[in-house]
């Protein structure tokens, strides 16, 4: 009985430290107070800002990946093993990365920025 | 703290095997005890504002940072479905194994994090929320008495006027242009020796804002 009682509070504290964190989280990032000015922005060499694709599609990428895992996670919950990431996702973020990493240091350590940017 | 809080339960219900079952249970009750206040400790400090979060995927610079912002998605993702495994089975247990593709997609987040920081810092411009600088640079670290003229640089970070005045010291030693292109002193009269000389460059719109070079003249 005592196993039992630790066991479903250990889960509550969990739950509640996970799901309060998150909420605090998420809350704190659609009303502005978590910072998120010019996260589809880079910078040139030079200082200038510009709209960067390869963050939008970083963007894109990790939260169409995030969703399908969690959903992929909901099926599955009852298994007791956590789902596998397929090498087709891997390879697909692995190059989102590569492309957001490429363009961020061509831009900031090559490209300057032109005059009234 | 999410793996101690889970295993917490798992560990009193081995230790019946080799101790009396309340002394597991008191180690189980303490040890869920403490990480629970630890954990509402923290909620409550990140509620109050006590635990700022207002940076939490900003850069040095306050612009929000795209790498940090993909870091803390998957960390939430990934902790959020180890709970909803180990929580959904009956009984509750830790998974046997972390599968690869887990490990090597928090790598790719990570690592993608540390590249992303190591360009930010690569560049002037990553760095410009450390207030203004100045930074000196120079194509070559010495010289020779008539010999030729080293070309200062200088990268001016965080004020709208990039422009700079420079200054050698000792102030007679050579000359230094506008332009930041240093002449050593004629081989016709040459000191005692060997000399270093300083080469600052000041930020015209800051005064206080200023870098130091040295080059050794022989």
Redesign the interface.
């Given at each position: 009985m005592f196993t039992s009682t630790i066991t479903w509070l250990a889960q509550t504290e969990v739950f509640i430290f996970l799901v309060g964190l998150g909420a605090i989280i998420v809350y704190r990032l659609l009303t502005g107070e978590i910072n998120t000015n010019y996260l589809l922005y880079g910078r040139k060499k030079g200082g200038g800002r510009y709209f960067s694709p390869e963050r939008l599609q970083l963007l894109l990428f990790t939260l169409g990946t995030a969703m399908f895992y969690l959903n992929d996670v909901l099926q599955h919950r009852t298994s007791g093993i956590l789902p596998d990431v397929s090498p087709q996702t891997l390879a697909l973020l692995g190059g989102s990365h590569a492309l957001y990493l490429g363009g961020k240091a061509y831009m900031m350590l090559f490209k300057k920025s032109s005059k009234g940017e | 703290?999410?793996l101690l809080?889970?295993q917490?339960?798992?560990t009193?219900?081995q230790m019946?095997a080799y101790v009396p079952?309340w002394v597991s249970?008191l180690a189980?009750?303490v040890a869920?005890g403490f990480?629970?206040f630890v954990?509402i400790a923290?909620?409550y400090y990140?509620?109050t504002g006590r635990i700022d979060?207002?940076?939490?995927?900003?850069e040095p610079?306050?612009?929000?940072?795209?790498?940090r912002?993909?870091l803390?998605?998957?960390t939430?993702?990934i902790?959020?479905?180890?709970?909803?495994?180990?929580?959904?089975?009956?009984?509750?247990?830790f998974?046997?194994e972390?599968?690869?593709?887990?490990l090597?997609?928090l790598g790719?987040?990570s690592s993608?994090y540390l590249?992303?920081k190591g360009?930010?810092h690569?560049?002037p411009?990553?760095l410009?929320g450390r207030g203004p600088q100045v930074t000196i640079k120079a194509d070559r670290s010495e010289t020779k008495f008539g010999g030729p003229s080293v070309q200062f640089q200088a990268d001016v970070?965080g004020l709208t006027d990039e422009s700079v005045t420079w200054a050698i010291d000792p102030i007679d030693f050579g000359s230094i242009s506008s332009t930041g292109l240093y002449r050593p002193p004629d081989a016709q009269s040459p000191p005692a020796g060997p000399t270093t000389v300083t080469v600052t460059a000041t930020a015209k719109e800051d005064v206080s804002v200023s870098d130091k070079e040295t080059i050794k003249v022989s």
């Open positions: - | 703290m999410l809080l889970m917490a339960g798992q009193a219900t019946q079952s249970s189980a009750w869920l990480l629970g954990g923290i909620l990140v509620f979060l207002s940076g939490l995927i900003s610079s306050g612009e929000a940072s795209m790498s912002f993909q803390l998605v998957f939430f993702v902790a959020a479905s180890l709970f909803l495994i180990i929580a959904s089975a009956g009984p509750p247990s998974p046997k972390i599968p690869n593709g887990i090597v997609l790719i987040s993608s590249v992303s360009i930010q690569s560049s411009e990553g410009s970070v």
